[in-house]
């Protein structure tokens, strides 16, 4: 059996609406990539030093990153021989196995959250100014309020203006309570007093929103290690997750971001925003490989549920569904 007819059988045990939107999410992404992928496969008659040197280049321009690329392609030159392939229609099959394999291997590759199941969970949100930090962290308030959890929203980001008033209109959106100060406090305190109202208000989760001034690094990384101080000293084991927030459409600065935030602060996860709205939907494949941390959620449109928990293999559906649908019907 082709690695896509396995594909197709594994999500099809999921929801048809988590399929529909990683398919329609993907869509730009699977027009150049997999257009381009067929287009070399027609060209071709068979798999030789230029068909690689070609693929080569489309999975570059597709922001799956140097360092990924070299390594998808001395891995599919080893299958390809192993496999004695010739035809190069057969290499595509090989191609979405080794991205769900590259993805899945390291130690951490889970997209489930660290939600704690007695006492309350802090999860951190960090990342630049414009990356959708405050819709994603309203979106997820959402996705928990739904699942019957108590949400409590903190306004740290109190140095961005109007940023305080952003979360403020998702948390009456969604219908959960912000704590804030004025702008221009201490973010340290916002959390403390964050914490406390989560405390008495038994919440389950608190949803911690931090400022993002990348342009001036060194004290935007000592606020955030004095808010992590905060934190652990008032939840003990908190924060459980500090999710990184990068906008897809910024391709290879997306992954630059992740590198300095890496270094700065112990990120857990990944939160890939916009990816509906890129053709280079294989800064997902560059940042686990080349990083090592888990996407968690991407965003796959502008609808308060288009917030979606990552899933390799349904991800690779989204780059190649015509290709699966293609050989389920033959």
């Not at 004025?182 to 403390?192: C, K, L």
């Not at 934190?231 to 630059?256: F, K, W």
């Not at 280079?280 to 549920?305: H, Q, S, T, Y």
Request: net charge negative.
């Amino acid at each position: 059996m082709s690695f896509f007819k396995k594909l197709k059988e594994k999500i099809t045990k999921q929801t048809d609406a988590v399929t529909d939107k990683f398919k329609d999410g993907l869509t730009k992404t699977r027009d150049s990539f997999s257009g381009r992928v067929n287009d070399l496969v027609a060209r071709y008659r068979k798999v030789d030093e230029d068909f690689f040197e070609e693929l080569e280049e489309i999975l570059i321009q597709a922001d799956v990153g140097f360092e990924t690329v070299m390594e998808l392609i001395e891995e599919l030159k080893m299958e390809v021989k192993r496999q004695h392939i010739q035809d190069p229609a057969e290499v595509q099959s090989v191609i979405s196995e080794k991205l769900v394999e590259i993805y899945q291997s390291g130690e951490d590759t889970t997209s489930k959250l660290n939600i704690q199941e007695d006492g309350l969970t802090v999860l951190l949100f960090v990342g630049v100014n414009g990356v959708g930090k405050t819709t994603t962290i309203g979106k997820l308030a959402h996705k928990f309020k739904s699942e019957g959890k108590n949400v409590v929203l903190a306004a740290g980001d109190t140095f961005r203006a109007g940023a305080i008033e952003q979360l403020e209109v998702w948390g009456e959106r969604v219908g959960v309570n912000v704590i804030k100060q004025g702008a221009g406090s201490d973010p340290a305190a916002v959390m403390f007093d964050a914490i406390q109202a989560a405390k008495s208000r038994n919440a389950d989760i608190l949803i911690c929103d931090t400022a993002g001034r990348l342009q001036n690094k060194v004290n935007l990384m000592k606020e955030l290690e004095k808010v992590k101080r905060v934190i652990e000293r008032e939840v003990p084991g908190a924060p459980h997750e500090v999710l990184l927030v990068l906008d897809a459409t910024t391709g290879q600065n997306a992954l630059i971001q992740a590198k300095t935030f890496k270094e700065a602060t112990n990120v857990s996860g990944i939160v890939l925003t916009k990816l509906d709205g890129t053709a280079k939907g294989g800064i997902v494949l560059a940042i686990r490989n080349e990083l090592g941390i888990p996407v968690k959620f991407v965003g796959l449109g502008e609808k308060m549920d288009d917030l979606q928990e990552f899933d390799a293999e349904t991800y690779v559906y989204g780059l190649f569904a015509d290709l699966v649908e293609k050989e389920e019907l033959a």
